[in-house]
């Protein structure tokens, strides 16, 4: 899982990201250059703990997100001049690879770090970087169209139904976008998710929305009721500090302050729900590991999360789920009371699912 963090200038884009990843990074301007910063980290589970407790496995492996700290976006797109700019091509590269988008809004008061726009209004950046995002994709959609025209004019080529959907396709998506919606809002078939494959498209993509708050601010009041979006409140500065703390002084502070549980784990939380993703887990004494597959993938597929082997001979999936796995105290139990399950490889895995895969070296 890969997601990008972004925002206009001064929104604490780095500040958030040392909060999720434990990192140190310097928080100064990027002074509008392209700066791209990675860090994976580990997905917090209570349940992998337990699983480690129960099964004292010489490793561990919890589920991995990967987060890029993305400087260069201005928000600013098609308003100079009246002229569509667009994304830069080295920066719209870094953005396409993104399964989903963290939009940092800013909404502290500081004025050592003014706001680029002179004031502070998380409503009007987030419509702002809607609107950044929104005309990078008319762009591309109004080239795609171009294309489609072209090659409809000349003969030998693909199937002209083919090219008639997908011009109909594009043409949906063009004024959607020209009505200020992003693309994600509409309804798309499997024919036609399949079709946009590797496209790139910035709107598709899931936002969760981080309201960069002051210590102790009240969030304000944000409206944003697109698809595949969500807003979380979090107190950046302090999330960072408590981040880059020792456990131990971590943990005192966070119960002197009320704080129930870090940024990071709600912030992962909500990108998994918007992303469609679960975890399921693979136990025994030589390994407790987290693997992340969408909600609904089938048990084929998620033997190919764990190894292309598993899902070229996969036989039949060994399943039970986590809570009964703890009742029954392990696995030589679960088998001996027949809890075990088989499955086939059309089976739809759980989230929390313990499974083995038998198959076909």
Not at 91 to 115: D, I, K
Request: proline letters at 4%.
């Amino acid at each position: 899982m890969r997601l990008g963090i972004i925002g206009l200038p001064q929104a604490g884009k780095t500040t958030i990201f040392n909060a999720l990843t434990r990192g140190d990074q310097p928080v100064t301007m990027s002074g509008g250059r392209i700066e791209i910063r990675t860090a994976v980290v580990d997905v917090p589970d209570g349940r992998v703990d337990r699983l480690v407790e129960l099964f004292h496995p010489q490793k561990m492996a919890y589920a991995k997100v990967t987060y890029a700290d993305i400087a260069g976006l201005e928000g600013a797109s098609g308003k100079s001049g009246g002229e569509k700019k667009g994304i830069s091509g080295q920066l719209l590269n870094q953005l396409s690879q993104m399964e989903g988008f963290v939009h940092v809004a800013r909404c502290f008061e500081n004025p050592s770090v003014p706001h680029p726009a002179g004031s502070v209004n998380p409503q009007r950046d987030i419509e702002a970087m809607d609107s950044e995002l929104a005309i990078n994709d008319l762009i591309s959609v109004e080239r795609k169209l171009e294309r489609l025209v072209e090659e409809k004019k000349k003969s030998g080529g693909r199937d002209k139904a083919v090219i008639e959907r997908e011009t109909a396709l594009f043409e949906r998506f063009q004024a959607t976008l020209s009505a200020g919606i992003p693309l994600r809002d509409i309804d798309l078939d499997a024919e036609q998710e399949k079709t946009l494959s590797g496209f790139g498209l910035l709107t598709l993509k899931p936002v969760l929305i981080l309201l960069n708050l002051a210590d102790g601010q009240t969030p304000p009041p944000i409206e944003y009721s697109h698809r595949y979006s969500a807003v979380v409140p979090l107190q950046g500065r302090l999330e960072m500090e408590l981040a880059q703390l020792p456990a131990e002084d971590a943990a005192l502070f966070m119960e002197d302050f009320g704080i129930q549980e870090l940024g990071l784990q709600r912030v992962i939380n909500q990108s998994y729900e918007l992303l469609g993703l679960q975890s399921f887990f693979t136990v025994g004494e030589d390994e407790v590991r987290a693997w992340t597959v969408r909600r609904g993938a089938s048990a084929w597929e998620s033997a190919g999360a764990i190894h292309t082997d598993l899902q070229k001979g996969f036989i039949r999936a060994e399943v039970i789920g986590y809570a009964d796995l703890l009742a029954l105290g392990g696995l030589v139990e679960a088998r001996t009371r027949g809890k075990l399950r088989l499955e086939g490889k059309d089976y739809v895995v759980q989230d929390g699912e313990i499974v083995h895969i038998r198959f076909n070296n």
